[in-house]
């Protein structure tokens, strides 16, 4: 080997350990649990790709559903200065992170699923990621008129009739809600939509209660928008040989092998990929590109939002041509801004109740 090998050899030896001695270091912080086949396991799954993908070391913190100690961990966590970000989720860690996040300057944060005020106090540490879940949801809800309208389609009683469960009464949890009604009243502007929240998210016995209701009711579909709550939305949709939608992972992969009968009664999932976005801002913040002090907002054309395909929903769609030529015109016009689709977020009660009013 001549020296100028050796010098290259030496040089990316070096390079290689340097890289894997120095990984990048990441807390993400649950204000929940995992295992809710929903929000936060997608959040999980995308530090999982951050570890496998780039050199990363992660670190989960489940910190229940308990608002008290959501703040004092943060402050725990920052105090540290060991970790190059630091990630919390929701809009309930709005507060939190804003008095918190300036007291540690030299940290980095990344608050998904939420918007920041940047002119209250310094944050020019923080990077925050919005979702366009009103989209997805308008697809899912125009899928879900689409199937309830149709006589050919299994399980369906053609009676223009659907559902959605929220987790709680929230900004977020509306936006998906009148997605949805939007979308379905885009097909079908004589469409009923039952809107029902649990109030909590993770009690599926009291998502199959309220999803048996609205099936008793005439709902063809119900569309999940409650996490854990929600999940009890899939047995009840065997039990009443109707349709459920998944939301923000993919629920037929969820239940493929724990519960497959579900997968038969699952028409798609609306994803709403935190995971994928998370993985997205890491590869940024490792090019030094990640823009600290702003406002990100992700949707369709992100691919970071959108209808779950996978063989259960290809599957449905070859045998429903017609609900999937509709479909695929409706997002090609989403993608066009030919369609705008209104938002709960930083509307008026009065404004948000009117439109799920509208559906009734």
Known sequence: MNKKSVVVLIIVIMFGCF??????????????????????????????????????????????YNTAVWEPTLDDISSLGYYDIIIV???PMVDPITRIAHYYPENHYILYDAKLDFSKGDLNNVYAISYKQ????????????????????????DTNTI????????????????????????????????????????DPVKGKELANVMYQNGADVIFNVAANT?????????????????????????????????????LTSMLKD?????FKAAELYQTGKLGFGSNCVMGIKEEVIGLAHN?????????????????????ERLLNSQITVPSAIGKSTQEIYGIINSAN
């Open 311 to 331: 063989e259960y929903f290809n599957r449905f769609l070859n045998e429903n041509p017609k609900i999937a030529n509709q479909l695929q015109t409706i997002k």
């Open 134 to 157: 009103n989209e997805g949801s308008f697809l899912a809800g125009a899928l879900a008129a689409l199937v309830s309208g149709s006589k050919d389609v299994k399980y369906t009683k």
């Open 19 to 64: 890289s894997f001695a120095n990984p990048l270091k990441i807390a993400c912080l649950i204000n929940g649990e995992l295992g809710d086949k929903s929000f936060f396991d997608s959040a999980a799954k995308g530090l999982q790709m951050i570890e496998q993908q780039l050199v990363a070391q992660t670190k989960i913190v489940e910190m229940q």
């Open 230 to 266: 929600g999940n009890g939305i899939y047995p009840a949709a065997v039990e009443h040989n109707a349709w459920a939608i998944g939301v923000d992972s993919d629920a037929h992969l969820l239940f493929e092998d724990s519960h497959p009968e579900f997968n038969e009664h699952i």
């Open 163 to 202: 559902g959605v469960l929220g987790g709680v009464d929230s900004p977020i949890v509306n936006d998906f809600i009148i997605g949805y009604i939007k979308g379905a009243q885009y097909v079908n502007k004589n469409i009923k939509v039952f809107v029902s929240y649990a109030g909590v998210w993770n």
């Open 274 to 278: 935190i995971g994928l976005s998370l």
């Open 89 to 91: 989720g929701t809009w």
